[in-house]
Structures are given as structure tokens and as C-alpha cells.
């Protein structure tokens, strides 16, 4: 399956990713790795497998981090381009800021933390079949009211774009997966923050563009959260979520080399243990996601949490929709649920948090 070599592809990645802290305190948003490898690497696999080559990334935030990673994209077969935004310009400020290095008539653009299973080639070819001006990838949700809606017609054209209300008149959600025309990606002020949502979109409907919405329900998730990157990460391994690269089988665990896990421990729910991590006897991981390094001791239990690089969860301590972040030391008897945070390097003495009353 290829694609025509007059497409580019823009990745926007120059978010803070504020969601997502500690993590994102030490590498990127799009760097962190899910499911074994950093997120980039599985959106970047399946440009790849569309028949796209030439991909720019939109950096900002720690942008070194991402040429020194991927260099020229060469190990991936891609070749790849890197603009770096002094002052964060928005969606559409960041699609407009990469124009000088567009090769082609079209552009495929990615927001950096959507996990999706979009059939890049099709979205592509109703594109074209539509002659569009833009295209957007549109998810249908059963409660799209945390969502802006975009409604379409009976011919797919986008009638509207309507910011989160609490009657929704469609289930149609932008899913931020974009084809761009090169004339539509020209016209984008320059110099300046523009939003695509709130700017771009509306002013292409005003002056009677065409906008086409190509209604895709497959997978979906926006990893902005801690909750929903861990679901994302558990999702890829079992094989629910499409990828090109994930690093072993798809399974109930995913074990990556020099990983050390006890015959007497359970590892279940799509967890990810890292390189060089240690899991001793008796404890649980359920839907973890275990960065390179940390250690999980006796007793343990883990379950929708991310444990960041080299960090210790101690004997008999129990973590539930927690993140922990790189080198932090959680000594034994602890309990972090419901969304607690821990910063990176911070040591916690035994049983110093609990959320119940028994020890």
C-alpha cells in the first residue's frame, strides 16, 4: 500500500504536556514511552507503512530531545525535518510555521498525543475523491459533550464547528488527523499564535472552503491524561490499538530486555515492564506501565499507574492511578490512588501515605 510522494506529513509535537507531569518534567509528551517504545515511534511506523517519507516534526518544548533520538529518521525509513518554535504558536500557528520545508500539494497532520487506528490511506483518498481543501479525521463518542462537535451534512461537507456545549447536535468529534491542501497551509498568519479550531476551521467555512469530515470510528484515545496513557499503553499491548512498533508479541504483558520478573509474581491487563526493571516475588501489575529501571518489591501492587525510570516501589505498597515519577523512592507499607503524583526524586518513608486506616 503507498501513497503519492506529493504528501507530506507535519507531526505537531511542541506541547508541554502539563497532564502528564512529573513525566513530562524529564522528556516530551510524544518521548514518553508507551507499550515499550515513546509514542512518536508508533505514530512515526504507521506514516511509514501509509507510504509517507518525508515527515516534519513541530518541536517547542525540549526539542533537542527529539533530533538526538530519531536523527534523520533514517532507522525508521523516513526522512525527517525538525522546525523549532521560539514562542508556542498554536495548532495552526504550528502548521503554518513548518511551510518553507512542504515538498508537496498535500499535507497529512498529526497532533502528537493522539493514539488512533485512522486508515491513513483512505483518509487520504476521500480527500481526494472529494477535492478538498481540508480534510478532518471525525470519531464519533457516546458522550461528546468534554468535546467540540463537528457536524456534517448529508455529503460529508463540515457545516460547523461548535465548542463543548451541554446539548450536543452531533456524536462527531474532531479526532486531530488533518489533510491540508498546500494553498489552505499558505494562508495561515505567520509571526503569530493561530488556533485551527477556533480560528482556522471557522474562517475556511466563512469564505466557503471545502471541509470534508471523514468519519472513522475505529480506536481512538487522546493520551493527555495519566489514566487514559496508561489505558492507551495497556490497549497497545493486548492488540487493541494498531501498531507498527510495538517491541515483542502482543499479550497480557509485555517484557522488554533485561527485564527481571519473580515466577511469583502476576503480571496481567496489557502491563509493561521495562528494560532492566525488577519485579520480586508476590507482587501485582495490572495494567502498569513500568519505565526502564524501576524496581516493583515484594508484595507490591501496581495497577493503572506509571512508575517512572529507576524509581522503587517498596514492600507491600499498593499504587492505584498513580504516577510516580524518574528516581523517586517510595519506601513499603505506602497506598497512592486516585490520581497522587510523586515528583521526581522524592523519597517517601514507610506507610508516610496511606488512604486507609489500617496498617
Not at 206 to 234: C, M, N, Q, T
Request: aromatic share 4%.
Amino acid at each position: 500500500m503507498g501513497s503519492s510522494p506529493a504528501v507530506d506529513a507535519i507531526v505537531l509535537v511542541g506541547g508541554k504536556g502539563t497532564r502528564l507531569r512529573p513525566l513530562t518534567l524529564t522528556a516530551p509528551k510524544p518521548m514518553l514511552p508507551i507499550a515499550g517504545v515513546p509514542y512518536l515511534t508508533h505514530l512515526l511506523s504507521r506514516i511509514r507503512a501509509a507510504g509517507i517519507e518525508h515527515v516534519i516534526l513541530g518541536t517547542s518544548y525540549r526539542a533537542e530531545v527529539f533530533s538526538q533520538y530519531y536523527g534523520t529518521g533514517a532507522e525508521l525509513g523516513l526522512e525527517l525535518e525538525y522546525v523549532v518554535e521560539d514562542e508556542p504558536l498554536g495548532t495552526g500557528g504550528a502548521i503554518g510555521n513548518v511551510r518553507q520545508l512542504l515538498r508537496g500539494d498535500t499535507a497529512l497532520i498529526f497532533n502528537g498525543d493522539i493514539l488512533t487506528g485512522c486508515d491513513l490511506t483512505e483518509l487520504l483518498a476521500s480527500h481526494r475523491r472529494a477535492a478538498a481543501d481540508v480534510t478532518l479525521h471525525l470519531t464519533t463518542v457516546d458522550d461528546p459533550r468534554a468535546y467540540g462537535c463537528v457536524p456534517t451534512d448529508a455529503n460529508g461537507r463540515v457545516t460547523a464547528f461548535l465548542e463543548k456545549d451541554p446539548n450536543p447536535v452531533s456524536n462527531q468529534i474532531n479526532a486531530g488527523t488533518y489533510v491540508f491542501s498546500r494553498s489552505i497551509i499558505e494562508t495561515i498568519p505567520t509571526g503569530r499564535p493561530v488556533s485551527v479550531e477556533r480560528e482556522t476551521f471557522p474562517g475556511l467555512l466563512a469564505v466557503g472552503a471545502l471541509v470534508v469530515g471523514h468519519v472513522e470510528s475505529g480506536y481512538w484515545r487522546d493520551l493527555g491524561k495519566p489514566s487514559d496513557f496508561v489505558a492507551g499503553s495497556a490497549d497497545l499491548v493486548r492488540g487493541i490499538a494498531p501498531s507498527c512498533a510495538l517491541p515483542g508479541p502482543v499479550g497480557e504483558a509485555l517484557l522488554l530486555p533485561g527485564a527481571k520478573v519473580s515466577e511469583q509474581a502476576t503480571v496481567t491487563g496489557g502491563s509493561t515492564v521495562g528494560a532492566g526493571c525488577l519485579v520480586e516475588d508476590g507482587a501485582v501489575l495490572d495494567g502498569a506501565v513500568l519505565l526502564d529501571g524501576a524496581r516493583v518489591l515484594a508484595g507490591a501492587t501496581v495497577s493503572a499507574s506509571i512508575v517512572g525510570r529507576d524509581a522503587v516501589v517498596g514492600a507491600g505498597t499498593v499504587l492505584s492511578e498513580a504516577v510516580i515519577g524518574d528516581g523517586a523512592v517510595l519506601g513499603g507499607g505506602i497506598e497512592l490512588c486516585c490520581g497522587a503524583r510523586v515528583w521526581p526524586g522524592v523519597q517517601l518513608a514507610d506507610q508516610a501515605v496511606r488512604f486507609s486506616s489500617d496498617v
